[in-house]
């Protein structure tokens, strides 16, 4: 079983920056595909961003350039960098793995998330 535990959002001013973080436990992350996915009141999720088992990485269009997934896997932890953020970037931020063997995106269904932590960008 694997658990994950988002912190970093928070509130934040148009252009403004963040940088989310995802506490793996249970399972090394490095042997998952694993991805941050987000919803806004009012709409579907939507998927932001993706990171393969092999460390390759994928973002949304309407990201791509301003937000960059990564990991730590010394510290079992994902990680999203927030740059330029813009107010329609307001959501709750999930982080999300697949289970071992599957491949990671956006329309996938992962199989563990996390709480979700709420990003606000507001003026």
């Known amino acids: 079983q694997v658990q994950l535990v988002e912190s970093g959002g928070g509130s934040v001013q148009p252009g403004g920056s963040l940088r989310l973080s995802c506490a793996a436990s249970?399972?090394?992350?490095?042997?998952?595909?694993m991805a941050w996915f987000r919803q806004a009141p009012g709409k579907e999720r939507e998927g932001v961003a993706v990171?393969?088992?092999?460390?390759?990485?994928s973002h949304a269009g309407s990201v791509r350039g301003r937000f960059t997934i990564s990991r730590d896997l010394a510290k079992n932890t994902l990680y999203l960098q927030m740059n330029s953020l813009k107010p329609e970037d307001t959501a709750m931020y999930y982080c999300?793995?697949?289970?071992?063997?599957?491949?990671?995106?956006?329309?996938?269904?992962?199989?563990?998330w996390g709480q979700g932590t709420q990003v606000t960008v507001s003026s």
């Open positions: 999300a793995a697949f289970a071992f063997g599957k491949w990671g995106s956006y329309r996938g269904s992962p199989d563990y």
């Open positions: 249970g399972y090394a992350i490095s042997r998952l595909s």
């Open positions: 990171l393969q088992r092999d460390g390759s990485t």
